[in-house]
C-alpha cells in the first residue's frame, strides 16, 4: 500500500518563504503525474496548485505560477512546491497528490499558515 508523507508546512510571516516535499513509501512505485492542492479554510473544494509530469511537464493554477514553483526528483519520487511571497490568502491545508500505476494517492495535508 502507497502512503505519501507530507513535509514543510508550518508558520511564516506575510512575503516569507516555504517549501513543500511529498515523497510516497513502498514498493515496486511507478509514479506518473504528481501535484498539490490546496484547501482554504471556509472552502470544501481543494484548488489546483500545480502538477507535474513524470516527463517534467508543469501546470499551474490560476494566479499561482508567479509565486510557486513545483519541482520533481524521479529518482527519489519526491514532489517539491516551494512558494514564496507568501499571503495571508494562501493559508491553507496543502495536499499532495500522485499516480502511482495509474491509481491516484492523496496525501493527509500539511497546514500552512501565513501571518504575522
Known amino acids: 500500500q502507497v502512503q505519501l508523507v507530507e513535509s514543510g508546512g508550518g508558520l511564516v510571516q506575510p512575503g516569507g518563504s516555504l517549501r513543500l516535499s511529498c515523497a510516497p513509501s513502498g514498493e515496486g512505485l511507478r509514479i506518473g503525474t504528481m501535484g498539490w492542492y490546496r484547501q482554504v479554510p471556509g472552502k470544501q473544494e481543494r484548488e489546483l496548485v500545480a502538477?507535474?509530469?513524470?516527463?517534467?511537464?508543469?501546470a499551474y493554477g490560476a494566479d499561482k505560477e508567479d509565486r510557486f514553483s513545483i519541482s520533481r526528483d524521479n529518482a527519489e519520487n519526491t514532489v517539491y512546491l516551494q512558494m514564496s511571497g507568501l499571503k495571508p490568502e494562501d493559508t491553507a491545508v496543502y495536499y499532495c497528490k500522485l499516480y502511482n500505476s495509474g491509481v491516484l494517492y492523496w496525501g493527509q495535508g500539511t497546514q500552512v499558515t501565513v501571518s504575522s
Open positions: 502538477t507535474i509530469t513524470r516527463a517534467g511537464t508543469v
